[in-house]
């Protein structure tokens, strides 16, 4: 059942079929582009709100958007992936000192035997 | 062998059994069911919007597709197999430009891509493939290959029975799919480095 139409039909799809196929192996861009669109919309409403925030005498209402602003920066970090309070430094981490054998253990190990 | 291999694929072809028709109708309510179950799930916050995108989309390439394929099976049930050639190709057609929609789309719905959503793009990707063999197959060679219909059929129908599987239970099969990479991480390692 050769015929050209046919071929040309099987050209056709085997060649979305690649595009697809390199979409899914390229789609860590995809996702970086996502992000960076995300982020970018964020910023811009930010830097408004920021411009509204100025012209603003104290008040309740500039309180609530000061708390406006301060949700877009969690939505940022959120879609980022960074901490909430980025300024804060990390706990220490805790080492545990594997050469020193507790005294109890030894003493349990000991009746044992 | 060659008797279970005709036997299995006796059910997909053309008779008077019509097992192919009722298969397909079960499996688009089965997904229809998937689908149902899924938007119960969002409007009670199980599941996020990118699960809900995706089982919806999915659904409707494979409902529109499966109606024009039985419409093909009840009226031209004589001409079935010089009318199912354009057919065949608008499914690969439909389930590559589903996986291209799909991963344009769910990066902007959610940040962590889902086991589900890897294995629906397997399934539409792996599908499409078969089913441009299974037409080269058709249109280049004189004789009909027995062994090629029997792994087009076998594959497609456990590709879409473990689509369905993600559908209703992602949780599960992420936690499969997390086991299973964690064992075969060395080989999953080594294809990643091909294909990079």
């Known amino acids: ?113 | 062998m060659n008797e279970l291999i005709n036997g299995y694929l006796s059910l997909f072809y053309v008779s008077d059994s019509d097992f192919f028709l009722d298969y397909l109708i079960a499996y688009s309510s089965s997904l229809l069911i998937a689908f149902f179950i899924t938007c119960i799930k969002f409007a009670l916050k199980k599941t996020n919007l990118a699960h809900l995108t995706l089982v919806g989309t999915i659904t409707l390439s494979y409902l529109s597709t499966d109606y024009i394929m039985t419409l093909e099976y009840m009226t031209k049930k004589s001409e079935w197999l010089e009318s199912i050639m354009n057919t065949y190709f608008m499914f690969s057609l439909f389930d590559s430009l589903t996986a291209g929609l799909l991963l344009f789309l769910t990066p902007f719905l959610t940040k962590k891509l889902s086991s589900a959503f890897y294995i629906s793009i397997y399934v539409l990707l792996c599908n499409s493939l078969l089913h441009l063999i299974l037409m080269t197959d058709y249109i280049f060679s004189p004789n009909v290959n027995k062994g090629i219909h029997f792994l087009y059929s076998t594959m497609v129908n456990a590709n879409d029975l473990l689509m369905l599987v993600a559908f209703i239970a992602p949780v599960w099969v992420g936690y499969v799919v997390s086991f299973l990479a964690g064992r075969y991480r060395n080989t999953i390692a080594r294809l990643k480095a091909m294909l990079a």
């Open chain 1, 1 to 113: 059942m050769n015929s050209p139409v046919l071929t040309l039909q099987l050209i056709f799809c085997f060649f979305v079929w690649a595009i697809a196929f390199t979409v899914f192996l390229k789609r860590h861009s995809i996702i970086r582009l996502a992000v960076a669109v995300k982020v970018r919309n964020i910023y811009l409403n930010y830097i408004e709100k920021e411009h509204q925030l100025k012209k603003l005498p104290m008040g309740d209402e500039r309180e609530a958007l000061f708390l406006e602003m301060k949700g877009l920066k969690d939505r940022i970090a959120e879609i980022e992936g960074m901490p909430t309070h980025s300024n804060l430094r990390p706990f220490p981490e805790h080492k545990l000192n594997t050469n020193v054998i507790p005294l109890h253990f030894r003493k349990k190990n000991k009746n044992a035997s």
